[in-house]
Structures are given as C-alpha cells and as structure tokens.
C-alpha cells in the first residue's frame, strides 16, 4: 500500500473497510456470471443452510439490519432463488426456504466463496490467520457490546 502516511497511523475501521471491500470486490468478480451479489450470496447461503428461518434470524446470522435484510430477500424471491411461507405460530411472520434454483446456486458457488477465503489465507501462516479471525471475532463482539 503506497500511502504518505505509515500503516500504524490510520485508523483501523479505515484500515478494515479497505480490505473488507476488496475481498467483497474480489468475490462479486467470481460470481458475477451467477448474476449474484456477495450481500445476496451471503443472505442465500444462511436461508439454505438452515430453511425455514425467520427474517430476524436471518438479519442477526448476516450482520445486516432489517431493511437491508428485507430488501434482499425481495431480491432474492424475485429471482426465483427463495420462497416465503407464514409462520405457524406467528402469521405476521414468514419463514424462508431455498427454491431449488437457490440451492443449485449455493451448491456452485460454495467452492467460488471458499477460493476467496484461500486467497486470503494464502498470504499469511495457519496462525497468524487463525489471530486475524480470533482477533476480528473479539472486535465484533467488544463493539456488540457497546452497542447495546
């Protein structure tokens, strides 16, 4: 990185949206030709890994608020990737399901997502990258916290 300031001097939220961004960058470059977005995989993959969720569980597995949650599930139903059903405790809910279509989609690009994780890793050791994880897992928790 070509900068005039040392990496010590700028901030680390700065420092961690650069890089978040260009693996997200990196990504949608892979599934591009999936006409799918990361936000979108990223929403697919927890619905197909565990269908029937709710949308706010779907939101708390993603990291993302609500609006952006219900935005991308539109999205996804659009495309033919998912379907809602009412919940049967609750009817002002819905669960969420894979389609078929969906399902396929996750099952080919799972090995497109895990390539940009060996990207990552490729650049450090075993432990360093199991530091950088432990220590991005201690972040979001501490700041979780603050939140609240």
Not at 65 to 74: A, C, G, L, Q, V
Not at 137 to 144: A, W
């Given at each position: 990185m070509?900068t005039?300031?040392?990496q ?25 030709s ?6 979108q995989?990223s929403v ?7 269908n029937g ?20 599930i539109?999205?996804?139903e ?21 389609t078929?279509r969906?399902?396929e ?44």
């Amino acid at each position: 990185m070509t900068t005039d300031h040392s990496q010590s001097e700028l901030a680390v939220g700065f420092i961690m949206g650069v890089a978040y961004r260009k693996i997200a960058a990196l990504l949608q470059h892979r599934l591009k030709s999936y006409e799918i977005t990361p936000e979108q995989w990223s929403v697919l993959n927890q619905i197909d890994r565990a269908n029937g969720l709710i949308q706010k569980e779907i939101a708390d597995r993603t990291g993302k608020d609500k609006p952006t949650t219900t935005r991308i599930i539109d999205l996804l139903e659009s495309k033919g990737l998912i379907f809602k059903q009412a919940g049967k405790q609750d009817r002002r809910s819905f669960l969420v399901y894979s389609t078929e279509r969906g399902k396929e989609i996750i099952r080919e690009t799972l090995p497109i997502e895990q390539s940009v994780t060996e990207e990552v890793k490729g650049i450090m050791s075993g432990e360093e990258y199991e530091l950088l994880m432990e220590l991005l897992q201690r972040i979001q928790i501490h700041l979780s916290d603050i939140e609240k």
